[in-house]
Nanobody, 125 residues
Framework: QVQVVESGGGSVQAGGSLRLSCAAS????????MGWFRQVPGKEREGVAG????????LYADSVKGRFTISQDNAKNTVYLQMNSLKPEDTAMYYC??????????????????WGEGTQVTVSS
């Protein structure tokens, strides 16, 4: 059974930084892609950043480009999300998603098979 565990959320003032971590375990296979999504109450879950673990290609939502960086440690099946210059509108529950299948879109929640329970990020003004 694949397990996805996030860590690193918390509260920070606007302009601050946080680093989220996500580790996938429970299978001998390596993920094809891993992504970070966020969700606020009453809104749909949105893709923030994704990475294709084979080649390391990373992609970002326009709202976080230049501020967030996704990176990976393939040996540990772990991805990180470095979030800088945080804004109050970044406040959300952040979820890590893992896909072991090829194809699909990094920003489509339906294209991931496994999800973590989420970690809260709160940015105050």
């Amino acid at each position: 059974q694949v397990q996805v565990v996030e860590s690193g959320g918390g509260s920070v003032q606007a302009g601050g930084s946080l680093r989220l971590s996500c580790a996938a375990s429970g299978t001998a296979y390596s993920p094809n892609s891993m992504g970070w999504f966020r969700q606020v109450p009453g809104k749909e879950r949105e893709g923030v950043a994704g990475i294709y673990t084979g080649g390391g290609k990373s992609l970002y939502a326009d709202s976080v480009k230049g501020r967030f960086t996704i990176s990976q440690d393939n040996a540990k099946n772990t991805v990180y999300l470095q979030m800088n210059s945080l804004k109050p509108e970044d406040t959300a529950m952040y979820y890590c998603a893992v896909s072991y299948l090829y194809g699909g879109s990094w920003s489509s929640a339906d294209d991931y098979q496994y999800w973590g329970e989420g970690t809260q990020v709160t940015v105050s003004s």
